[in-house]
């Protein structure tokens, strides 16, 4: 390697280890706001949170990567530009290539790494980042009710609360429990409810206990004898404090560690990703089809086919199918047909949202799938935008370049965002929204890297001003003639 290659090769990796640092710092503050409210006040170790931040730091190399290699393309090249190294390199012969070409071949085995680490190592952290938020979410008891909504604790008890207080939302309000009876575990036989409520358990305690206060207790009587049982006998009584101990052995069983069954696209890589949409695409077309025959079966044709009407039909003195049977059956068959319409309507509408629930799953996969692949070329391309970018502004630094880098890279991170979005809906295909974004850059990569080549500047003020008055002055002319 020349010495001119080595200089700009290691004044480009020193800029980009520092910028890839600085934005991955950045994203992770932004992944801890995000995620603080799984991981505060859960009494876990310090260990515990560099795992959860290790475990999530891969997911976001698909967005720091791209946008480290923008910034330090304009940073660096614009910093050659500005102190007229690329003037004195050009003055002997060597051309805006040829000094890029130390920088083009890392950028290449970068983009190559990129590739098997979407393909390798994002999936597998992704599982172990799922599955450790699983296994932090049951820490802490008072975690796993919810409010508003019945939440199950153990086997035997599905608790509602409308608000929980204390430093530690220990305190609960509006108390509703369904307790199942143990001999017949298919059936809530038990209510109790009560104003207020508090749990309390000691540290390391696989008990814990749930103490009530002003409050009733009802229980459906299961007796034996039918006909007693008619008559739906109950008991019901008042408390002003009752205690209800609750086995949490499972969820004291703190193993962050612990392998749970979790899947979704972004755990498979390329060979996975493609059985899976396999998968998918064969399990939706065999139940659009069995759909379709169960409906056509419903709608009746078939029978009509059987009796072999239409001979009757054709008759002059039957105008419609109705007229061949009496009016009492007429009304009947008339009530069965709009019964069976609006039955069927309701099927349609819960099958409508059964399949773009299966659509959506599917081109999310088929999103997962390109994505492995757009992001070694994104890699590429952004860094034939920021490149001849910063050699045409002349300006190098934290200050301009900066600026001019996020706005491009908001702006094909945007256009990303919204075109997947468009195709988990299925109103854009996930080929074209997910290579889209990189597809706008590629000609913007190509101009640039043109214009800077050949000495032109980003926009030639003077040249359009000129072109602005020859037309002008064309115009003119018309006039005076």
Known sequence: MKILDRYILVSYLKTFLSVFIILMFIFVLQTIWLYISELAGKDLDVWIVLKFLWYVSPRLIPLVLPLTILVTSLMVFGSFAEKYEFAAMKSTGISLQRAMGSVIGFIVVLSITAFFFANNVIPYSEYKWQNLRRNISQFQPSMVISEGQFSQIGDMFN???????????????????????????????????????????????????????????YEEIQNKNPVKQKSEPFAKSYFDEYSINIDLTELNNKDVDKENNLNNQNMYNISELRVEIDSLSQSYSTDIESYTKNMYYRSGVEKFKENKISDTIKSPTVATILDIYNPTQQLQIVKLALNNAK??????????????????????????????????????????????????????????????AIMLFLTYHFIGIFAKNSAEDGTMHPFIATWLSTGIMLPLSIWLTYRATTDQGLFDFDSFMQRIGRLFGIKRKKKSK
């Open 343 to 404: 039955g069927t309507l309701q099927t349609v509408d819960a099958k409508k949202e059964e399949f773009k629930n299966k659509t959506k799953r599917l081109n999310k996969t088929e999103i997962a799938l390109h994505e492995k692949y757009a992001l070694g070329i994104a890699c590429i391309i952004l860094f034939f935008v920021g490149a001849p970018l910063g050699a045409i502004i002349r300006k190098g630094g934290m200050g301009l370049p900066m600026v001019v």
């Open 159 to 217: 608790i509602k609360v409308e608000e929980k207080s204390g430093d530690r939302d220990q305190y609960l309000k509006d108390v509703v429990i369904h307790k199942k009876n143990e001999n017949k575990p298919n059936g809530n036989f038990t209510v109790i409810i009560a104003n207020n409520g508090e749990l309390a358990s000691e540290e390391g305690s696989n008990t814990l206990s749930l103490i009530l206060k002003e409050g009733n207790y």
